[in-house]
T-cell receptor, first 115, second 113 residues
Framework: DVKVTQSSRYLVKRTGEKVFLECVQD?????MFWYRQDPGLGLRLIYFSYDVKMKEKGDIPEGYSVSREKKERFSLILESASTNQTSMYLC??????????????FGPGTRLTVL | DQQVKQNSPSLSVQEGRISILNCDYTNSMFDYFLWYKKYPAEGPTFLIS?????DKNEDGRFTVFLNKSAKHLSLHIVPSQPGDSAVYFCAASDGGGADGLTFGKGTHLIIQP
């Protein structure tokens, strides 16, 4: 059964802290993604990766960085958390190359609150 | 600029009737469209997809229709069931499986008993 897991369901951090959100998939998928979901805004793509060590900016990369050292793991890093980064963060993965179409499988999400 | 639009934030439908959720897009490069369903405190789950070479795709109670000339797609759920109450997101891709998806803002479907 397809599985994407995220390290925490709920997280509370203080402004200025460095925050790591971890995502692991067990499907041997090539592609991994980080989105944030905010009320009235839907899901917005932050970063994605189509291979180990590779990363691409999404629509809203400012204030974030990512790391993909292993195929199964994709980390989202908030270098200095700010209150406007309070959000639900969703990790997803998919198989296939650019020329194939496959749905993305999502993790359960991490609700991050920055105080 | 919003490239995928779901203009109805919420929709209420009686159990057993048809639910129709609509989605419009502006980017003519989009060639793959998906619908996701999301319950509170859970990640979205994939429901159904359609590529631009088709105008209809059916899976059980769910059917997606694509009108490329109008840049419009719709999700039909027949018959609607209480478990269908959730937020539905329309998503689109122009780059195949390796790129991220562009999502609409979602429509909250409420199935009334």
């Amino acid at each position: 059964d397809v599985k994407v897991t995220q390290s925490s369901r709920y997280l509370v951090k203080r402004t200025g802290e460095k925050v790591f959100l971890e995502c692991v998939q067990d499907m041997d998928h090539e592609n991994m993604f980080w989105y944030r979901q905010d009320p009235g805004l839907g899901l917005r793509l932050i970063y994605f990766s189509y291979d180990v060590k590779m990363k691409e900016k999404g629509d809203i990369p400012e204030g974030y960085s990512v790391s993909r050292e292993k195929k199964e793991r994709f980390s989202l890093i908030l270098e200095s958390a700010s209150t406007n980064q309070t959000s639900m963060y969703l990790c997803a993965s998919s198989s296939g190359s650019k020329s194939s179409y496959n749905e993305q499988f999502f993790g359960p999400g991490t609700r991050l609150t920055v105080l | 600029d919003q490239q995928v639009k779901q203009n109805s934030p919420s929709l209420s439908v009686q159990e057993g009737r048809i639910s129709i959720l609509n989605c419009d897009y502006t980017n003519s490069m989009f060639d793959y469209f998906l619908w996701y369903k999301k319950y509170p405190a859970e990640g979205p789950t994939f429901l159904i997809s359609i590529s631009s070479i088709k105008d209809k795709n059916e899976d059980g109670r769910f059917t997606v229709f694509l009108n490329k000339s109008a840049k419009h797609l719709s999700l039909h759920i027949v018959p609607s069931q209480p478990g269908d109450s959730a937020v539905y997101f329309c998503a689109a891709s122009d780059g195949g499986g390796a790129d991220g998806l562009t999502f609409g803002k979602g429509t909250h479907l409420i199935i009334q008993p």
